[in-house]
C-alpha cells in the first residue's frame, strides 16, 4: 500500500472570455466546483488503476464530500482529518483560448504537525 500525505483542495473553475485584468470585474459564463490539490489527484489516479492508495490529508468539516469522493474511488481515507478550518481551495480562471490563472489558499492543509510526519513514518494515526 502507497501512503500519499497531499494537499486536498475544493477547485472553484470559472469559465470567462479573458482572464480579469486589475480593477475590472468580469462575469463568468461557467461555473464548477470539483476536487483538487496535486496530492489527492495523485491518489485518486493510484485508486482508479487499481492501485492501493492510503491518503494524508486535512479538510474542513462541511468538505467531507471531496473525501467521500476519494473513498469512493478506492482510496484508503481513515487518516484524512475533517477540521474546524478551512478547506484548501484554488480559484481558477479558464478563459476561451484555455489559458488559465490560479489563486490559491493553502487551508487546513497546512496544519500538518511533526506529530502527524511522526504518524506517517509509522503508518499509524496522529490523534
Not at 478550518?85 to 484555455?98: L, R, Y
Request: hydrophobic letters at 35%; glycine letters at 14%.
Amino acid at each position: 500500500m502507497l501512503h500519499n500525505l497531499g494537499s486536498i483542495n475544493l477547485d472553484h473553475i470559472y469559465r470567462v472570455p479573458h482572464l480579469v485584468h486589475p480593477g475590472e470585474t468580469l462575469a463568468s459564463h461557467g461555473y464548477r466546483v470539483g476536487l483538487g490539490g496535486k496530492g489527492a489527484n495523485q491518489s485518486l489516479a493510484m485508486a482508479l488503476a487499481g492501485g492501493q492508495v492510503c491518503h494524508w490529508g486535512r479538510l474542513g468539516r462541511h468538505d467531507a464530500w471531496a473525501r467521500d469522493r476519494l473513498a469512493r474511488a478506492g482510496v484508503d481515507v481513515n487518516h484524512v482529518e475533517l477540521v474546524d478550518e478551512p478547506s484548501g481551495h484554488a480559484i481558477i480562471q479558464v478563459d476561451d483560448q484555455g489559458e488559465n490563472a490560479i489563486l490559491l489558499y493553502p487551508g487546513a492543509n497546512h496544519g500538518f504537525t511533526r506529530r502527524h510526519h511522526v504518524a506517517l513514518c509509522r503508518g499509524s494515526s496522529p490523534r
